[in-house]
């Protein structure tokens, strides 16, 4: 903004946001740094408490601090200590994923997935062009085209097989994105839609229809037994077997097919999470100029050129947040897959089952086998690649950049 | 995109609608009919009752109004998710327009860092909340819990109220500010006024926020029963032999009502205009 700097400057700087980023540090950036502390140790059921002797204990773990002196649990059990290798915890987890086998398998995956990187660095070089020499569509299909030609070339599905056999981790973190990169469109579509229809001054009705879409998450509060009542439309005798059933087709146990029980998590958690995207779209929608598409009117834009052109761009800003942050939440989903299937079907003793989410499995970890040392370093493995993918969304959409850049 | 619709694409958006609210409605429709049904039982395998009120009742709904510490534990929870939201709105609002609008060293920094660690599975921060609570003295009140609850909602607040701010034209408040405005007075006289709907947007999401949640509620206020808020309150009426089902849907059905009165008063600000013909 203009006309001032120097000291007035940073002190209304820090005026402004100093109360977000003192809250930050103290519920946020703590646990991090113990529960990062945790993963180097071998915490668990056999030693649950800190030995307070040790400096960087003392201070990290909170039993440790002067008002939990007189009221810390004593337990007869040997304190915790640091892996005698440092990253014992880690190497239990992913080690198994650097295996030269198990590289090779994943830099062959990953070359298959280049002509659509291709593709998208094409799409943009055009889009900052006066002519396109061929449409996004096509470029998108040749890439996809090009993409499963290489696959089949390399043998991937072999490739597939070889990372799935490394250990629970990588099941467990590609079903997570892959249920990530099917729910968040889906709700992210489904919200846009309702926005852009309940934007309308024109729509009798308008204000009971947001109410009754507002409601699934106006349930949130009662996620739980929403998330129940879903499972029970899943079910073997349950709603859409017995309408199945009038219709004259025979029931299926939907949860107890790997991918049947994968696309009734996805569904309810569209139901769960669409509510969230209208809303702050339809918010976002209110900064949209109505004289931009009066102009577009007269040079005869059509309705998709005046939503990919100048709706989306101007409320991109705005809406981006949510998505990135969605997809967070979305891959540290817990509540809806614990009510519905808690990670089955089972697939095999010791295997993790065919819907448990990396959250899920974080969970049954902690509190069934009560391994924090191992679910920590879990988390601080989970936390490096979510830093990573969020790091390179904000680079790739550009959003960090203020208003007038 | 406010103009009148032809009558064609009027009928494709409602029919869009009703699929939308079908959608919607139903699974809440199932809970309510749960609600007004007798034992213990969230479903019945009868057809019928699956879509209509066959066998409805009262009772659920008398037991936890009038025997039940419910309404207690609605006052609670009004108290901690009204203050929750107003808490986070002075604060990341105030945050929001600082990192639009100024150019300060550490800007991009500063909202990188908060998006990265919204990324740490908050499952396992919990313990360490609960204790860093302890320490300052606040577990087992509701202000403890309104603290855990602004600063959980803060990372997104900001980064909504930000990108909103950021689609609102600067030359109004430099016009502000060449007639004599101080930064503060055109936050608060110019920005504020303008960003309404995404205030409203904020605002809901840290009611949501203090409304609805269930884990740390039952974590940092285990006890006593008149403190407890709604929804952990309704839960503990659970035990080890039974699940009352119908309590739980009746109570619930109470729950959700509140949420939906704010919801009604917010979404009046979801209307368009408020920068159009602010710049020409």
Request: proline content about 5%; glycine content about 8%.
């Amino acid at each position: 903004m203009i006309g001032w700097s120097g000291r007035r400057k940073a002190f209304t700087v820090l005026l402004f946001i100093g109360p977000t980023l003192l809250g930050i540090l103290l519920i946020n950036v703590f646990p991090i740094l113990l529960s990062t502390y945790v993963s180097f140790t071998n915490r668990n059921k056999f030693h649950p408490n800190p030995d307070c002797t040790i400096t960087l204990t003392s201070v990290l773990d909170p039993v440790c601090w002067p008002v939990f002196r007189t009221t810390a649990p004593r337990g007869l059990a040997e304190p915790y200590s640091l892996q005698a290798p440092l990253f014992q915890n880690y190497i239990d987890l992913v080690g198994q994923l650097f295996t030269a086998e198990a590289v090779q398998a994943l830099i062959l995956i990953l070359i298959c997935f280049l002509p659509l990187l291709v593709a998208a660095y094409l799409n943009r070089y055009f889009d900052r062009r006066i002519t396109r020499p061929v449409s996004s569509g096509v470029l998108w299909l040749v890439g996809l085209g090009a993409g499963l030609v290489l696959a089949f070339a390399l043998n991937a599905s072999t490739a597939y097989q070889q990372l799935m056999s490394t250990g629970d981790f990588f099941v467990v973190v590609w079903r997570t994105i892959l249920f990530v990169a099917i729910r968040v469109p889906l709700s992210f579509g489904l919200g846009l839609t309702l926005a852009l229809i309940l934007n309308s001054n024109y729509l009798p009705g308008r204000t009971f229809f947001r109410l009754i879409l507002f409601l699934p998450w106006a349930t949130s509060s009662l996620a739980i037994l929403m998330a129940l009542v879903w499972q029970f439309f899943f079910r073997e005798r349950g709603v859409i077997n017995q309408v199945l059933q009038i219709l004259g087709f025979d029931g299926y146990a939907w949860l107890n097919d790997p991918a049947t029980a994968f696309a009734a998590i996805v569904i309810t958690d569209v139901w769960f999470s669409y509510p969230f995207f209208m809303v702050v779209i339809l918010g976002a929608l209110q900064s949209v100029p109505n004289d931009v598409y009066e102009a577009a009117d007269v040079e005869g834009a059509s309705w998709w050129t005046q939503l990919t052109r100048i709706t989306l761009p101007l409320i991109r800003p705005a809406i981006l947040p949510a998505t990135v942050l969605t997809s967070i939440t979305a891959f540290q989903m817990f509540g809806t897959a614990w009510a519905i299937t808690q990670g089955g079907p089972v697939r095999g003793a010791g295997q993790p089952g065919a819907t448990e989410f990396v959250i899920v499995y974080a969970f049954k970890q902690i509190y069934q086998s009560q391994n924090y040392g191992r679910a920590s370093a879990f988390a601080v493995i989970l936390f490096i690649f979510l830093f990573a993918a969020t790091l390179y969304s904000l680079r790739y959409t550009r959003i960090t950049k203020g208003a007038y850049e | 995109m406010n103009r009148q619709p032809s009558k064609r694409v009027m009928v494709v958006q409602y029919i869009i609608l009703l699929f939308a609210a079908l959608f919607a409605f139903y699974p809440v429709w199932f809970a309510i009919l749960a609600s007004g049904r007798l034992g213990d039982r969230l479903y019945t395998l009868n057809l019928g009752g699956m879509f209509l009120p066959t066998e409805w009742t009262w009772e659920n709904y008398r037991i936890m109004l009038f025997e039940k510490p419910l309404l207690d534990w609605i006052r609670n929870s009004l108290y901690v998710a009204i203050v929750t939201s107003i808490a986070s709105l002075l604060i990341s609002t105030s945050a929001a327009f600082a990192v639009s609008r100024f150019r300060f060293y550490g800007r991009e920094v500063m909202l990188i860092f908060l998006l990265a660690i919204q990324t740490f599975p908050g499952v396992l921060a919990l313990v360490a909340v609960a204790q860093i609570l302890t320490a300052l003295g606040l577990y087992k009140t509701h202000e403890g819990l309104i603290l855990a609850y602004t600063i959980g909602t803060l990372v997104f607040a900001t980064w909504n109220m930000k990108g909103y701010f950021d689609t609102i034209p600067i030359d109004l408040e430099e016009a502000a500010m060449i007639d004599g405005c101080g930064p503060v007075q055109s936050f608060v006289r110019i920005a504020l006024p303008l960003a309404l709907p995404a205030l409203a947007v904020t605002a809901l999401l840290g009611f949501m926020a203090g409304w609805g949640d269930f884990i740390f509620a039952s974590v940092l206020v285990p006890a006593p029963d008149t403190m407890k808020l709604a929804v952990p309150g309704l839960f503990s009426l659970a035990n080890d032999q039974s699940v009352p089902w119908g309590y739980f849907a009746a109570g619930g059905m109470v729950i959700v009502l509140p949420t939906l009165f704010v919801f009604l008063a917010l979404q009046r600000f979801l209307v368009g205009g408020l920068t159009a013909g602010g710049v020409k």
